[in-house]
């Protein structure tokens, strides 16, 4: 399914977008964790590569019901779910979130693709769809009760991001919080 490539594309290109995210963070949030642009780059590239190796993996089942049921998360929760993240956060801080001019010019689009096209194989695929549909007016509803809190999971990738940076020799914070 040439659509899932797409969507890795669109991924790659929103990660890319978001190279200065550490500084935006750190303006935007209360409990920003200082995590530095290097620890940052890195964490960006490790969420890409593990994208386009979710849907390498996924595209190589010889079923498309099975690379349709394998792709989904990535798709409707993964891709889909981070733009909603953006978007809502552009409305919510009133000004541009990194990554949000990809997610509404590319990643949407080529989620929106990629839902069709693993709808079209399969009706069935209409309930998993519409949850995944469900889950981002959800994330909506979340992020804006958050307001300017970072989130567990959100911190969590950032100490990951630290991490994998002091690992390698690099900087993970940048010494301010």
Request: aromatic letters at 10%; hydrophobic letters at 60%; proline letters at 5%.
């Amino acid at each position: 399914m040439r659509s899932l490539w797409f969507v890795a594309g669109a991924m790659a290109l929103h990660e890319l977008e978001e190279w200065n995210i550490a500084a935006w963070t750190a303006r935007n949030f209360e409990n920003p964790t200082a995590v530095s642009d290097q620890a940052i780059w890195l964490g960006l590239l490790a969420i890409t590569l593990l994208f386009v190796g979710w849907i390498a993996a996924a595209t190589r089942l010889r079923s498309p019901i099975a690379i349709g049921v394998a792709t989904l998360p990535a798709v409707g929760l993964v891709a889909l779910g981070n733009s909603v993240q953006h978007i809502t956060w552009t409305f919510l801080f009133a000004e541009y979130a990194p990554g949000v001019v990809s997610a509404v010019l590319l990643v949407i689009p080529a989620a929106g693709l990629a839902f069709w096209r693993i709808y079209s194989l399969s009706r069935a695929f209409a309930v998993p769809i519409a949850l995944c549909a469900a889950l981002s007016v959800a994330a909506v509803l979340q992020i804006v009760q958050a307001g300017r809190v970072l989130q567990p999971f959100q911190l969590v990738v950032h100490q990951l991001c630290i991490a994998l940076a002091e690992a390698l020799g690099l900087p993970g914070t940048t010494g301010a919080v």
